[in-house]
């Protein structure tokens, strides 16, 4: 079975670009998360959906970061313009509703490596 | 509020020796789920394993086993006879049905000189 896949898997951009990264969860999955690693900060939640629909995004850094999942099987996030401390490693994730006797794990993607100079 | 603890920041042995990572939890929910992630040097995190709140038995699997005490809210990881492989970065988290995210630990890095 495929897991989470993200795009790009590596990307350098310059300050003041747009930087648009994606997702596609697993299949069947209902929610989907978006986090951030930084050495400084560790891993940190930015916004989770539940069926399409934004849960809790308070975790996003400021109004330069955006995310949207317009159906089940893709997201983005997306930052604009970028800075350079906006350079981490963003994780896309996946995973069932707990609590209904099912496989609940959150699976991640391999992560999109953001440079920004 | 939810609050993951990993006293341990770095850790090292050597090659065949036994490790043990401490995770430490809070959460006011009675209804949780425990999880241990790998992050080794590649960077991708890896599930290992999830406990679920209600269900205290200890697990092993292979060299791995982890120990849940619901007592002292403690959900920790031991390594049997470490190998080099087994050199990463281990995150404890916790998902409670009050934040459906995981809450993260500050994670463990460990070292396994050969």
């Known amino acids: 079975d495929a897991g989470v896949i993200q795009s790009p898997r590596h990307e350098v951009t310059e300050m003041g670009q747009e930087v648009t990264l994606r997702c596609k969860p697993i299949s069947g999955h209902d929610y989907l998360f978006w986090y951030r690693q930084t050495m400084m900060r560790g891993l940190e939640l930015l916004i989770y959906?539940?069926?399409?629909?934004?849960?809790?995004d308070s975790g996003m850094p400021e109004d330069r970061f955006s995310a949207k999942m317009p159906n089940a099987s893709f997201s983005t996030l997306k930052i604009q313009p970028s800075e350079p401390r906006d350079s981490a490693v963003y994780f896309c994730?996946?995973?069932?509703?707990?609590?209904?006797?099912?496989?609940?794990?959150?699976?991640f993607g391999e992560g999109s490596w953001l440079t920004v100079v | 509020a939810q609050k993951v603890t990993q006293a341990q920041t770095e850790i090292s042995v050597v090659e065949k020796e036994d490790v043990t990572l401490d995770c430490v939890y809070e959460?006011?929910?009675?209804?949780?789920?425990l999880f241990w992630y790998k992050q080794p040097p590649s960077g991708e995190l890896v599930f290992l394993i999830r406990?679920?709140?209600?269900?205290?038995q200890n697990e092993i699997s292979g060299r791995y086993s982890w120990n849940f005490q619901k007592s002292t809210s403690s959900f920790n990881f031991t390594i049997t006879a470490s190998q080099v492989v087994d050199s990463a970065v281990y995150f404890c988290?916790?998902?409670?049905?009050?934040?459906?995210?995981?809450?993260f630990g500050s994670g463990t890095r460990l070292q396994v000189q050969p």
């Open positions: 988290a916790l998902r409670d049905t009050g934040r459906r995210a995981l809450t």
């Open positions: 994730a996946s995973s069932l509703t707990p609590g209904q006797g099912l496989d609940n794990t959150i699976y």
């Open positions: 959906f539940n069926n399409n629909v934004p849960i809790d």
């Open positions: 406990r679920n709140s209600f269900d205290e």
């Open positions: 959460t006011r929910d009675t209804t949780y789920y």
